[in-house]
């Protein structure tokens, strides 16, 4: 598609539950971020793929997150035993290259709600 | 670390006034400069972006943004707004990282 697409675009879970958010990059995109946004706050970084490698996943807050991206292209961030700190939306990005010149192509995100 | 700082949190203005919203960043090197834009309900776009160049950089809808590098600062400015500026607006920055990172936001709300 001509954008970066983000399923689904809601999701409410119950703490405890576990959690899968997709992200559809520009196609041709060789890198891709998460970003978590809570309420009122700018965007935070999570990790970074350049291609299938997880290049950096320094931001991911807790060992319960875990992204993947196993042919380069689609990715999924899980949360595993959500609690209700982790309600946010959850933002994707790619680009053609990490830093000049590529820039970001933004997701509408995903509005994670813990109840 | 890399840093950005937006100094407003909230800004109130009627159609017609001028803005200029504040962004100041923390990385002595090389870096990339950006401002993103969030309408009410839609994704992150981008207005503009500084590489390298003249400083002063203009970007879609009448937004321009002048870099200074001996004041760490990217301030966006706009010499007459809309009511269709209503947004929040972000500030970012790539440093050595390769991450962009976010200040915290700056909401405007523009009044008919």
């Known amino acids: 598609g001509a954008g970066v697409s983000q399923s689904p675009r809601y999701k409410v879970a119950k703490r405890g539950q576990d959690v899968a958010l997709r992200c559809d990059p520009i196609?041709?995109?060789?890198?891709l971020f998460w970003y978590q946004q809570a309420l009122g706050q700018g965007p935070e970084f999570l990790t970074y793929?350049?291609?299938?490698?997880?290049?950096?996943k320094s931001g991911l807050p807790s060992d319960r997150f875990f992204a993947e991206r196993p042919e380069g292209s689609v990715s999924t961030l899980k949360i595993q035993r959500t609690q209700q700190e982790d309600s946010a939306v959850y933002l994707c990005?790619?680009?053609?290259?990490?830093?000049?010149?590529?820039?970001?192509?933004f997701g509408s995100g995903t509005r994670l709600t813990v109840v | 670390a890399q840093s950005v700082s937006q100094h407003n949190h909230h800004v109130i203005l009627s159609e017609a006034a001028s803005l200029e919203l504040g962004c100041n960043y923390s990385?002595?090197?090389?870096?990339?400069l950006f401002w993103y834009v969030q309408y009410p309900g839609q994704h992150l776009q981008l207005l503009l972006k500084y590489f390298s160049g003249d400083p002063l950089v203009k970007g879609i809808k009448g937004f321009e943004a002048e870099f200074i590098k001996s004041k760490f600062s990217f301030n966006l400015r706009k010499p007459s707004v809309q009511w269709s500026d209503t947004a929040e607006y972000f500030c970012a920055v790539i440093g050595n990282t390769g991450k962009l990172i976010f200040g915290q936001g700056t909401t405007l709300q523009v009044k008919p």
């Open positions: 990005a790619s680009s053609l290259a990490p830093d000049r010149g590529g820039g970001y192509t």
């Open positions: 196609s041709g995109h060789v890198s």
């Open positions: 793929f350049q291609n299938e490698a997880q290049l950096d």
């Open positions: 990385y002595g090197g090389t870096v990339n």
